[in-house]
């Protein structure tokens, strides 16, 4: 689907629904994020604090969400940039605050300039203040005088917060439920990953360096109409695809390579985030492919624990069960299923969980764990990636020499609904056999 054709989130919904976990006892200070210097006077490219977003849709730096329920002046204000024509013809064109006002739908725009004015007025009677405290300590320091401004009235009769709630306490479990605006929007990102997936297969072969698969990947993210790419593609042929977050991606790829690509689009702030291993000849050669059936049948099993009720724990634990079979039919090691799982002995070669929530950020918000300390069930709407993978590092001396240098890793994005797990990236193959036939078939038309 079209990005501009895509449902836009309900973002006045979404902080109305804020304010009445609220009450009118508290008040909500939400900032966006800053701009970053890259080097001297260039900044890196803007992308907005995600919960912010979440709130708001709205993409432009020094702006601030206030949700304040029951106040006369507006609950719902965002203060932001005013237009500035000198401003405007260097650093590109702002939304000012009419155009604010009309983008988000909230009851007020304020220059963000007035902010020390106008907001310690609003936290007069309220008792609860949420407020990410610790994001940015200038305005950790504004935050602080403004509710001093409210305490020095106190022998007047008002009241003021004295309880901060860190934002993502109420926030971020909204966050975990995809609405079906939300699911459209991941599986159109996740399209176009795959799509740059697919690309990426085709156009790979020897002598190739990682860069250069890396940027044919990523062009078809942006050709489709991705605003960014996830994170930092990863593209590890041969020992590379054994550092799980390699990102140098500067080495000629070989005959007899293996390939790791973990690569995601970004849209309309939600990430794809697909991992595929690959021969960069296109033809797996056996050690290759023994290793490579282990992983995908432990991804298989994973995928299919993520049931509504079902532990957040369960798919990690399918994962590992295969893994352990896995390796103990490679005769990589010898002890007994029981022993390597009591001992975690399957860790020197899978190192970390089996996955992770995805949404808005890459490694998104959420707790694992409820309030008792117990792995929370899986209900429908959450999306988690499913990621197993096995690494024989070539300094693996004790392992047979047929399996040192190789790194698989098989990761999709996966939506929990009624009707069981959907796949939001199945649209890039994962059997060797379509891989490789999908790679013989050469250069794809751009």
């Known amino acids: 689907m079209e990005p501009n054709l895509l449902p836009l ?88 605050l009419e155009g ?6 909230v009851d007020r725009c304020y220059d963000v300039r007035e902010i020390d004015t106008i907001l310690p007025g609003i936290l007069e009677n309220r008792e609860i203040l949420m407020y990410p405290m610790g994001q940015s300590g200038e305005l950790d320091i504004h935050v602080q005088q403004w509710r001093s401004h409210a305490k020095s009235r106190a022998r007047q009769g008002v009241r003021y917060p004295v309880e901060l709630i860190e934002s993502g306490y109420l926030l971020h479990e909204m966050r975990m439920i995809k609405d079906p605006a939300e699911q459209e929007i991941m599986r159109a990102v996740t399209g ?12 790979c072969h020897p002598g190739m360096h990682e860069y250069q698969l890396q940027a044919e990947i990523e062009y078809v993210f942006y050709r489709l109409g991705a605003s960014h790419v996830a994170y930092p593609s990863i593209v590890g042929a041969g020992a590379n695809a054994c550092i799980l977050h390699y990102t140098e991606n500067r080495d000629p790829m070989r005959e007899g390579d293996l390939v790791l690509v973990d690569a995601g689009a970004e849209l309309l702030g939600y990430a794809g985030d697909i991992t595929r291993s690959y021969p960069v000849n296109g033809i797996f050669s056996p050690p290759q492919l023994a290793v490579y059936d282990v992983v995908l049948k432990s991804q298989i099993a994973a995928i299919g624990e993520l049931q509504i009720g079902r532990s957040v724990a369960a798919y990690h634990e399918a994962a590992v069960e295969v893994l352990v079979d896995g390796l103990r039919d490679l005769g990589i090691l010898r002890e007994s299923r029981e022993e390597i799982l009591e001992r975690q002995l399957y860790r020197s070669f899978y190192m970390h969980r089996t996955g992770h929530w995805l949404g808005m950020d890459v490694h998104d918000v959420g707790d694992y764990r409820g309030p008792d300390g117990q792995w929370r069930n899986l209900e429908a709407g959450m999306v988690l990636t499913v990621e197993p993978g096995l690494y024989f ?32 990236s199945a649209g890039v193959p994962k059997i060797p056999e379509e891989i490789e036939a999908l790679m013989a078939l050469g250069e794809s038309v751009r």
């Open 9 to 96: 989130p309900d973002y006045v919904g979404r902080r109305r629904q804020l304010m009445a976990k609220l009450s009118d006892r508290g008040v909500a200070v939400l900032p966006t994020a800053g701009l970053q210097t890259r080097n001297r006077d260039v900044h890196f490219p803007f992308r907005p604090d995600s919960d912010f977003f979440y709130l708001t849709g709205f993409a432009e730096p020094e702006a601030v969400l206030v949700l304040a329920p029951g106040y006369a002046g507006g609950e719902q204000i965002l203060f932001c940039r005013p237009r500035d024509p000198e401003r405007e013809v260097w650093d590109g064109r702002r939304a000012g």
């Open 100 to 105: 604010a006002l009309e983008m988000c739908r």
């Open 192 to 203: 176009m990953s795959a799509a740059g997936h697919r690309h990426g297969m085709r156009q």
């Open 393 to 424: 590092s070539p300094d693996c001396a004790d392992i047979p020499e047929i399996y040192r240098g190789i790194g698989v890793r098989i990761e999709d994005d996966v939506l929990v609904t009624l009707g069981g797990p959907e796949v939001l």
